[in-house]
């Protein structure tokens, strides 16, 4: 069964930094992207980042540009993301998925 696990959600205060990492298991392909996506309160899922295993080619929501960076740890099967100069509106559940298979989501929430 493919699985992921995603780690690292917290407090923050804005301006601050925090690192999330998903752990992938079970998947078998050797081509395939990552993505984080996120979920306000009372607002829809949207995407914020994705890499690719194949080229580590990235992708950035314009809202997380210049303040994300995904990357990735193939020996490991785990995808990072480090997100620096946090603001309010960052707040939500985030979720790491791969091929429509969703990992259980880590809360980050970012006070003012």
């Known amino acids: 069964d493919v699985q992921l696990q995603a780690s690292g959600g917290g407090l923050v205060q804005a301006g601050g930094s925090l690192g999330l990492s998903c752990i992938t298991s079970?998947?078998?392909?050797?081509?395939?992207?990552i993505g984080w996506f996120r979920q306000a309160p009372g607002k829809e899922r949207e995407g914020v980042s994705c890499?690719?295993?194949?080229?580590?080619?990235?992708y950035y929501a314009d809202s997380v540009k210049g303040r994300f960076t995904i990357s990735s740890d193939n020996a490991k099967n785990t995808v990072y993301l480090q997100m620096n100069s946090l603001k309010p509106e960052d707040t939500g559940v985030y979720y790491c998925?791969?091929?429509?298979?969703w990992g259980q989501g880590t809360l980050v929430t970012v006070s003012s």
């Open positions: 998925m791969v091929s429509n298979y």
């Open positions: 079970g998947f078998t392909s050797d081509d395939y992207a």
């Open positions: 890499i690719s295993n194949s080229d580590g080619s990235t």
